[in-house]
């Protein structure tokens, strides 16, 4: 199942990345009022209406909003009951005159009080709405003064205030209509909805915008219009959905075969480690849903993605010279999918180009801030380009969203720490903290076996020589020598460099007893890696630095004593071969700087036959069968070693005693 760990993430992210994939088929074209139309003549290819803007529909709302009328509900019932109040009005002879009276009145319709100062109104009338003016229906207090007054005209005999103070007239006249204001409020929406949000039609074959012309407020709708129209019409039958479906899945394939490629040419990591592949694809995903996850109406908003954020967490992992070149790779979605994408990608380039040497300087505490000015500079040196070449204007918002991008691509840096965690990797600020010999691990060290941590010292500033050289790890195979013996603190005077004059620990010991006690020390070290919390890849390095070697000391003494020359198991290392250039390198660099203290002689030959021997020693024995390593890169460490070696065990001057001539 291990085998098939890298493809199967390679097919993770191409699901991801499948499944994020937006219509291509977006309007290409970005437009400004007041800027002039800066692409060819653009000729409708489809019929399409044209949208209003949206202070017409504004101006058009509120015109209709006046034209809103109050809704009464008109009830034909209450006329019987008003009359049957009336029947004994007066004498018989003026009852024909109550009720023509009356039923005129009604049949205008009889409110209490109107609900506004509205000239118009809505009456129901069963299913039936009409309007009709306000003034042609009675309020209670109108219907009582007009029956009175068609009462006197008609009967100029009878004495009617006589009659209406015996009726109590204002309290016999009640309302027909009555105010419904759901309906009200229906009738309101009904209206507003009714408002077309287009005004006439383009059609297939007329010009929208000619090349050059300046983009005016009518200009714009028309091209708002369009875009609208091109969107919502994309699609359509089963045969271009299928071509749209493997258009994607190809886009798709092409964009990570890059990126792939680009991780196994760049020389790291190791096609195995598939733990460092899953954190560059995972970065990679990342910047992919930044580019595809929002819609192209809201396109503005990538100007505050930090992609700059993928340089800063790969060099921490990786060397510099990798980290650019993916992060090329990792943006190609950017000219893929998006519209503006030229833009976008040459202005997160020059941004994670300047933040990778930036960085170098400005990488310990609020330091790190200074970071962001830089990457804003460069973010606005581009921006400031593409508007200066299309000749639009700056946006506030793009500016802001500039700024708070190049702030954003510092304050994630935290998140490190969770991938280092994630991915069991570490990070180029752990190697920092871990160089550090004032640490807990290293002062025991120090002070248990001070010559081992001497040794230690030693061995460091060898291996990061020669690692620099061949192009390695340099912090990574610093802290490796540093505690690559740290087992030997769990016996520390079993080791001759920390015994002092007459101190013989391995005296009455068995060849073999010593030399268990000696290959001991690997084991105790990656146990006492793993119990401090060192990474990972220290603790390989510790149990890798001897490989499978045998204690030669203990062995040939035991042979000389009469053993078995076959017998070697209990003077071999159990340790594992080292597969890495820093594992070598480690492996080279401990060897070599033990044997130079048994040295006599150190003359550059002396120096160089010593190298030569212990190296190609290590290569004959078949300890480097896994090494990540070349013929060149071993030759070049050999000079490294002999130079550095030299310039520790050169001559010195010999000081004349006190009162001898010099």
């Known amino acids: 199942m291990k085998r098939f760990r890298i493809p199967l993430l390679f097919l993770a992210v191409a699901a991801v990345m499948f499944l994020l994939f937006t219509d291509r088929n977006n309007f290409r074209y970005r437009y400004q009022v007041g800027s002039p139309w800066n692409y060819e003549t653009l000729t409708a290819t489809f019929d399409f209406p044209v949208l209003k803007s949206e202070d017409q529909l504004q101006m058009e709302r509120e015109q209709k909003s006046e034209q809103l009328t109050d809704c ?38 009889v409110v209490s009080s109107f609900n506004s100062d509205a000239k118009m109104i809505s009456v129901r009338r069963g299913k039936r709405i009409e309007q009709c003016p ?109 071509m749209i479906v493997l258009s994607h899945l190809m886009v798709v394939l092409l964009l990570l075969a890059i990126y792939g490629l680009m991780i196994y040419t760049t020389g790291r990591p190791p096609v195995s480690d598939w733990r460092r592949i899953a954190f560059l694809l995972l970065l990679y995903t990342l910047v992919y849903i930044g580019v595809a996850a929002f819609p192209a109406s809201n ?21 510099n010279r990798i980290c650019l070149p993916l992060y090329l790779a990792a943006l190609l979605p950017l000219l893929a999918l998006r519209d503006n994408g030229v833009e976008l990608y040459l202005m997160n380039v020059l941004a994670g ?40 204007a700056f946006e506030q918002k793009a500016v802001v969203y500039l700024g708070l991008n190049s702030l954003l691509s510092i304050l994630g840096f935290p998140f490190v720490f969770v991938f280092e965690r994630l991915f069991s990797l570490v990070s180029q600020m ?79 010991l068995s060849p073999e007893q010593s030399a268990g006690y000696i290959i001991k020390h690997v084991e105790d070290g990656v146990a006492l890696a ?28 035991y042979c000389q004593e009469g053993g078995d020359r076959s017998n070697v198991e209990p003077f071999t290392y159990k340790g594992k071969l080292p597969v890495t250039k820093e594992e070598v390198v480690l492996m080279f660099a401990d060897s070599v700087e033990a044997a130079s203290r048994s040295l006599q002689d150190y003359s550059q030959q002396s120096i160089t036959d010593m190298v030569n021997r212990i ?13 990540d390593i070349t013929l060149g890169e071993i030759d070049t460490i050999k000079q490294v070693f002999v130079t550095n070696l030299q310039q520790v065990y050169h001559g010195r001057i010999a000081y004349p005693k006190p009162g001898q001539k010099s």
């Open 530 to 557: 793993r119990r401090n919390n060192l990474p990972e890849q220290v603790a390989d390095m510790i149990a890798s630095h001897h490989g499978t070697t045998k204690t030669a000391y203990f062995y040939n003494k």
């Open 430 to 508: 752990r190697l920092w903290d871990l160089s550090d010999t004032n640490n807990a691990l290293l002062q025991e060290l120090s002070r248990k076996a001070p010559g081992s941590f001497q040794h230690s010292l030693s061995v460091a500033n060898l291996a990061e020589a020669a690692s620099r050289a061949i192009g390695g790890d340099t912090r990574l195979v610093r802290v490796g020598a540093l505690y690559h013996d740290i087992g030997k603190i769990e016996n520390p005077l079993c080791f001759i460099e920390n015994q002092t004059a007459g101190d013989n620990y391995h005296k009455g």
């Open 299 to 319: 396109e503005s908003i990538l100007y505050l993605i930090p992609f700059p954020l993928f340089i800063l967490y790969a060099q921490e992992f990786f060397k």
């Open 615 to 627: 190296v190609d020693g290590k290569i004959t024995e078949g300890q480097i069968a896994k090494g």
């Open 353 to 392: 180009a300047v933040l990778l040497q930036s960085y170098r300087y400005f990488n310990r505490g609020f330091r790190q801030f200074a970071n962001s000015v830089f990457i804003f500079a460069a973010l606005m040196f581009v921006y400031a380009a593409f508007r200066f070449l299309t000749g639009t």
């Open 134 to 242: 306000a003034s042609d229906v009675y309020t209670t207090a109108d219907a009582c003064a007009r029956f009175l007054e068609d009462i006197r005209a008609t009967a100029a005999e009878v004495n009617v205030d006589s009659l209406v103070a015996k009726s109590n007239l204002s309290e016999a006249i009640v309302p027909n209509m009555y105010y419904d204001p759901q309906m009200t409020a229906s009738l309101a929406r009904q209206a507003l909805d009714y408002i077309s949000p287009t005004s006439g039609m383009v059609y297939s074959g007329q010009t929208v915008i000619s090349r050059g012309e300046i983009v005016t407020n009518e200009k714009a709708r028309l091209l708002d219009s369009y875009k609208n129209e091109f969107i919502s019409a994309y699609g359509g039958n089963t045969q271009s959905d299928t």
């Open 72 to 109: 009464y509900r008109y009830d034909g019932s209450v006329i019987e009951r008003v009359l049957a109040a009336f029947s004994s009005f007066g004498p018989d002879l003026l009852q024909a005159d109550v009720e023509n009276s009356l039923r005129r009145i009604y049949v205008s319709g």
